[in-house]
């Protein structure tokens, strides 16, 4: 299932209509309140794939192409 929220998700999880990988963060408030689960995994490797997207007719701050040059590829070296 896709979803385009976390309150979506988070709502059809707590529905009872699967488990879903989310940010603790999103739902600290709900891990209190008993109302969703965090399971504990052992060795479980999950992979996301991110995309930079960029206009190359726009203007790009210095903070930006530090990000893309320094920021960036210690990303990519976590998954080598």
């Known amino acids: 299932m896709e979803l385009n929220s976390l309150e979506a998700i988070k709502n059809a999880v707590q529905s009872g209509l699967g488990a879903a990988f989310l940010p603790v963060v999103s739902i600290e408030r709900e891990l209190a309140s008993g109302t969703?689960?965090?399971p504990?995994?052992?060795?479980l490797g999950?992979?996301?794939?991110l995309k930079l997207i960029t206009?190359?007719?726009r203007y790009t701050s210095k903070a930006s192409e530090a990000f893309k040059?320094?920021?960036l590829p210690q990303f990519s070296k976590?998954?080598?």
């Open 36 to 38: 969703i689960h965090k």
């Open 40 to 43: 504990n995994m052992i060795d």
């Open 46 to 49: 999950v992979k996301r794939e």
């Open 55 to 57: 206009n190359p007719s």
């Open 69 to 71: 040059k320094n920021i």
């Open 78 to 80: 976590l998954n080598n």
